[in-house]
T-cell receptor, first 113, second 115 residues
Framework: AQSVTQPDIHITVSEGASLELRCNYSYGATPYLFWYVQSPGQGLQLLLKYFSGDTLVQGIKGFEAEFKRSQSSFNLRKPSVHWSDAAEYFCAVGPYNTDKLIFGTGTRLQVFP | SQTIHQWPATLVQPVGSPLSLECTVEGTSNPNLYWYRQAAGRGLQLLFYSVGIGQISSEVPQNLSASRPQDRQFILSSKKLLLSDSGFYLC??????????????FGPGTRLTVL
């Protein structure tokens, strides 16, 4: 069955430090891949998406993600974290044969000054 | 540009009371529409999705129902709320020309507390 794993439930970083959030998926082919961010009490905002082509994808707010087919991963990165990046981050997979997305359980990011 | 609205923003209801949450989308036509629930500290659970008026797919058996009376309107309902229905309810829309799935865009959510 298709699934998405975000192995880190909670990550704490210092402001200005680099960040990498992990996402692994299980699917027989290359799916559509997404990263969303959710601030407390808010809806989800799309950070970036990968459909095909260049495996390094640039998103909003200085985020990027890299698709690695051999590792079935789509990790999210940011070179320098800002306090406003504190939020919950969700990875999602969209299999080709469906109109639905499969979401990971999320990673909560805490940023210390 | 497209916008998605949800109301109410917050709701406190007694156990056994009915529920109606509304979601509307502007600036697009024939979207796919989705209802998700997010329990405290947990991920997103897809409840229902719709690819057109009157077409509803249920993902999880429960005491909730959904309807799509108009192209850009999606309603989540219950006849009798349970304590376990408490949570954050999110509506989303996507370009309805899949599969494969389009990018989903989320509304601001409704916080439901059942007492």
């Amino acid at each position: 069955a298709q699934s998405v794993t975000q192995p880190d439930i909670h990550i704490t970083v210092s402001e200005g430090a680099s960040l990498e959030l992990r996402c692994n998926y299980s699917y027989g082919a290359t799916p559509y891949l997404f990263w969303y961010v959710q601030s407390p009490g808010q809806g989800l905002q799309l950070l970036l998406k990968y459909f095909s082509g260049d495996t390094l994808v640039q998103g909003i707010k200085g985020f990027e993600a890299e698709f690695k087919r051999s590792q079935s991963s789509f990790n999210l990165r940011k070179p320098s974290v800002h306090w406003s990046d504190a939020a919950e981050y969700f990875c999602a997979v969209g299999p080709y044969n469906t109109d639905k997305l499969i979401f990971g359980t999320g990673t909560r990011l805490q940023v210390f000054p | 540009s497209q916008t998605i609205h949800q109301w109410p923003a917050t709701l406190v209801q007694p156990v056994g009371s009915p529920l109606s949450l509304e979601c509307t989308v502007e600036g697009t036509s024939n979207p796919n529409l989705y209802w998700y629930r997010q329990a405290a500290g947990r991920g997103l659970q897809l409840l229902f999705y719709s690819v057109g008026i009157g077409q509803i797919s249920s993902e999880v058996p429960q005491n909730l129902s959904a309807s799509r009376p108009q192209d850009r309107q999606f309603i989540l309902s219950s006849k009798k709320l349970l304590l376990s229905d408490s949570g954050f309810y999110l509506c989303a829309w996507a370009d309805g020309q899949g599969p494969p799935p389009g990018t989903q865009y989320f509304g601001p959510g409704t916080r439901l507390t059942v007492l």
